[in-house]
């Protein structure tokens, strides 16, 4: 039970002033005193007896004490008449009651003043035996009502809130000072009851471990927990669960909540919210809520207004919070530039930019140089399984020559780069001009021909120790090398041999060099003009200014202050990650005259774009401009932030100035005793819901580290997990859960499924058939969930067991539409293109006219739900899932630091994908171009029904 007041007794009397003076002189010939032995009478420096009171001792006049213990005593001096006492030193400044020991010559007296130890030697054996109750009593008399206050605002403090780790660690500091001052000598004095129970408690809180920790705020919990049972069980539409209901209680310092797909995160964030004001431990303007996008703060704000039945409650957006914090600093509303919401008229003010900076030689030499050298993230055939795939990611990622023209490997584009800046004519993938008569290199190419100068260009794929890609047999590959060199040498033709080794090695330019002089090529360099009228034409210029305009953003939300590349290269350094730190330099330092005109532009305009709204804020609070007012930060969606939003976010955290009842009540707890005022109050509440199983954002900036390493970046954290979805069955959770849960940088859940089935229900079509595409598998798959399936189609089990099955869903479409009047099924991609547009959707609904079926990117269905869902685009390569597209490593420079599991977020991606639907999902597969997802589901231990649609 909490004590409100201590009762007044003779054993807790009201804490000692020091007296006055006169009440020292009327109480000097009056209460205990200490004799001299007959030795001290003679050479004591007290030459007096000792004299004391419940005020404290009392020293005769003249007595010679240290230098230290006279300077406290001296304040005390009162008559220079000898028959008073001269000097007094109050029992405040003894630390602990003073202890005896007899020896030969008399009793030592030895006291703890201000942590420094002194003796007062030569005093009556009788005396100071007999006074060791009185003087123990007395000093406790007068530094018990610290103890019982101290013990009394501890346990209100426990019951009063959450055990804090911050109040944890106030406590401990007051009671680390307390404890020992009673600790060695209680137990055999004459204290009261009062006193002595202070003191066990005492005791107690001094040998706090976790598991009393743990228990007294489990007790808390409870207490809350039934308290609030019937506020819980009608905050939401369904009563919360007990893991929420706790989510909503426990309030440490710092608080991550794992929300997994599904367990009712909104409901927490409500049940809290209103769970603080129905306790009476906030009002509404004490709880800050943060919300990623507009459409989700109002959300919240509507069902705030419509479970809580309160209208001053506003989630703010991280852009309106930092908007709302510089109207406050600068006392007037800034004005966003009109290219916040405009990024093609932003991008073709970049390239305006850009075309004028390349009125200047040295600039247009650089453009050149980097797009030439720099523009495509080259790789190594030595890095893929299969020429195939090198192939698709030169064709994904449109690798093209400065002529416009495809290549087949990036050894070939450097050299068509060089020919053409140089002036040399040349062709591409020439036949030869003479007869082939060697059957074997009938149907071979020279990979360049110079036609001016008669001179063929050989670039052989080989490493220094003469090996070849794994997808090339090394041994003809040689032979074909031997073939080629017979034949130019049978018709005396000019070859210039080449090997990838030297382009490896940054050696090519110097070995085409060399040999173009020693043939007499004759090189005329093109002029830079001639080169970027050139790249105009490749559209060259206009993805190098979308380029600019994407690291501009990304610029300003990561790196605050001026522009600087040597900070640029900093930060490269700080992630260790291969990244070509010449090509990032270059490309930096082309981006800082644009980036400097981009700041011009907005000062001159008085405008701010999106990133200012951060970092101005940031700046404001950090530097004392901006005091936040909220006791209550509650942050939604917390994987997807971003360094920058976590910067602010713990800025509003450290400042917050608001301080209730109980704060200043723990404020005491770290004082000496003494309750002073505070100018700042403690560290705002921070309470933060995510999930890093769907973190998929990080090319925006989210940083999914700043969730599995929480208590890294904002200190010592309570981290607990809603692990019941209320959204899919057991069978998708365990395919789900199996399959995110591989990569192990990933915070172990449990995901428990209140819907419980006994067969699989993540379905894989696949169709080994070339001729089938995945339209063909889209339709199998409606007119599945239609109920309109007429064909029998061949299934595959897991177990190896062929039977067949009729596809179909129609059980489970006359259960969900008993609840309404059509089931809903999302078509799901990774990209928008890979789906239907909006006239395919509008036939496809009609078709099935019982499914009610929408479209949409697995970036775009986070948060959604849908009874069915199909996933389509399983394929291969940059534009199929995981997509193999290659971020460019200038942009790799201001994203956090990338996961060293392969496909970490794209894993992730299919996390929320399979996530969606309530009953069923297909996973469609055209088997020839079979994503590695696809195949790693087929191959592994998934429980997945495999389900083959070629007609048998």
């Keep these: 039970m909490r004590s409100n007041s201590l009762p007044p007794s003779a054993e807790n009397p009201p804490n000692y002033a020091t007296p006055s003076p006169s009440a020292r002189v009327h109480n000097a010939g009056k209460g205990h005193f200490i004799a001299l032995s007959w030795f001290g009478r003679i050479f004591s420096p007290l030459q007096a007896d000792l004299r004391f009171d419940e005020y404290g001792m009392y020293f005769p006049e003249g007595a010679r004490l240290p230098k230290a213990l006279k300077t406290i005593v001296s304040a005390g001096h009162t008559s220079p008449n000898a028959n008073q006492p001269a000097s007094f030193l109050s029992w405040r400044h003894f630390d602990v009651p003073p202890i005896f020991e007899w020896r030969w010559l008399g009793a030592t007296m030895m006291f703890q003043i201000n942590a420094l130890d002194h003796e007062l030697h030569f005093l009556g054996y009788r005396g100071s035996k007999t006074q060791v109750d009185n003087i123990q009593i007395k000093w406790a008399n007068y530094h018990q009502s610290r103890l019982l206050q101290l013990v009394h605002n501890i346990e209100n403090a426990i019951q009063a809130r959450y055990l804090k780790h911050s109040h944890v660690i106030a406590i401990q500091q007051r009671v680390a000072l307390e404890y020992p001052r009673w600790h060695t000598w209680t137990q055999s004095a004459p204290l009261g009851k009062t006193v002595k129970e202070a003191v066990i408690k005492l005791e107690a809180m001094h040998r706090w471990d976790h598991s009393d920790i743990a228990s007294l705020r489990e007790g808390y919990i409870q207490k809350q927990l039934h308290i609030y049972a019937d506020f819980f069980q009608r905050v939401e539409s369904n009563p919360l669960t007990d893991k929420q209901r706790r989510a909503c209680i426990i309030d440490d310092d710092n608080n991550l909540l794992l929300a997994g797909a599904g367990t009712g995160k909104t409901s927490v964030m409500i049940g809290r919210a209103g769970y603080l004001l129905t306790s009476g431990q906030a009002r509404p303007e004490d709880l800050l809520l943060l919300a990623y996008g507009q459409k989700a703060a109002a959300e919240m704000d509507e069902r705030i207004k419509h479970k809580l039945a309160i209208q001053s409650i506003k989630t703010s957006t991280f852009h309106s919070l930092g908007l709302s914090i510089i109207t406050h600093v600068e006392g007037k509303n800034p004005t966003l530039s009109p290219w916040v919401n405009d990024e093609q008229e932003k991008t073709k003010w970049v390239l305006a930019s850009l075309e004028n900076q390349l009125q200047t030689e040295s600039y247009q030499k650089q453009v050149v140089a980097y797009l030439s050298n720099y523009y495509h993230q080259p790789k190594s055939p030595f890095d893929f399984d299969a020429l195939a795939d090198y192939s698709r990611y030169l064709n994904e990622n449109n690798v093209r020559t400065l002529k416009g023209e495809r290549v087949s490997c990036f050894v070939h584009l450097h050299i068509a780069n060089w020919l053409y800046k140089h002036g040399i004519e040349y062709r591409y993938q020439a036949k030869y001009v003479f007869d082939i008569k060697n059957k074997h290199l009938r149907e071979n190419r020279a990979d360049f021909y110079l036609p001016q100068d008669d001179v063929y260009i050989e670039c052989f794929v080989l490493d220094k120790e003469g090996n070849t890609p794994c997808y090339i047999d090394k041994n003809r590959y040689q032979e074909m090398i031997k073939n080629k060199r017979e034949m130019h040498r049978q018709h005396g033709s000019r070859c210039i041999e080449l ?188 309470f933060c819901v995510g999930d890093d199983w769907q973190a998929i954002y990080r090319f925006s900036g989210s940083d999914v580290t700043l969730t599995t390493q929480f208590n890294q970046y904002f200190g010592q954290s309570s981290e607990n997990v809603l692990d019941q979805t209320f959204r899919f069955n057991n069978r998708i959770g365990d395919v789900a859960t199996q399959f995110v849960s591989q990569n192990p940088a990933q915070i172990p859940k449990n995901i428990c499924s209140l819907a419980k089935v006994a067969d699989p229900r993540v379905s894989l079509l696949y169709s080994d058939n070339k001729t089938s595409s995945s339209e063909v598998l889209l339709h199998q798959a409606l007119a599945a969930l239609a109920g309109k399936a007429d064909k029998k189609y061949e299934q595959v089990n897991k177990s190896g067991k062929t039977e067949k099955n009729r596809l179909t869903e129609s059980d489970g ?63 291969r390569g940059k534009l199929g899932f995981p997509s193999d597209k290659v971020t460019s490593p200038v942009v790799e420079a201001l994203l956090p630091k990338q996961e060293t599991f392969e496909h970490a977020e794209e894993r992730r991606l299919f996390y929320v994908a399979l996530t969606r639907a309530k009953h069923r999902v297909y996973v469609l597969a055209e088997m020839t171009e079979a994503s590695p997802f696809v195949t790693e589901i087929i191959n592994g231990t998934y429980d997945v029904e495999l389900i083959s649609c070629d007609e048998t």
């Design 499 to 686: 090997f990838y080794h030297q382009y490896a090695k940054g050696k090519f330019n110097s070995a085409l060099k060399r040999a173009a002089s020693k043939l007499q090529i004759n090189i005329a360099p093109l002029s830079n003009e001639s080169l970027l009228h050139s790249l105009q034409k490749t559209h060259y210029l206009s993805e190098l200014a979308a380029l600019f305009c994407q690291l501009i953003g990304l610029y300003k939300s990561t790196i605050p202050g001026k522009f600087s590349v040597k900070t640029v290269m900093a930060n490269v350094a700080s992630k260790d990650a291969g990244i070509d730190t010449q090509q990032v330099r270059t490309a930096f330092t082309l981006l800082r005259p644009i980036y400097q005109d981009y700041q011009k532009h907005l000062i001159q305009h008085d405008y701010i774009d999106f990133e200012d709204m951060i970092s101005k804020a940031i700046m404001y609070v950090e530097n004392g401009k901006f005091t936040a007012p909220w006791r209550y930060i509650m942050v939604d969606e917390f994987q997807d932030i971003s360094e920058p939003r976590s910067r602010l976010v713990r800025a509003l955290r450290d400042c917050a100035l608001t301080v209730g009842a109980l704060d200043e009540k723990c404020a005491s707890l770290t004082s000496s005793g003494v309750k002073t005022r505070r100018k700042k109050g403690q560290s705002a509440s921070l």
């Design 813 to 875: 479409i006359k259960n969900i539409s008993r609840e309404r009047s059509k089931p809903t099924v999302y078509i799901l991609a990774r990209f928008w293109f890979q789906l239907p547009d909006r006239e395919g959707l509008e036939v496809l609904n009609k078709q099935y006219s019982n499914l009610h079926i929408m479209c949409l990117s697995f970036h775009a269905a986070k948060g959604k739900e849908a009874d069915f869902t199909i996933i389509t685009g399983m394929s």
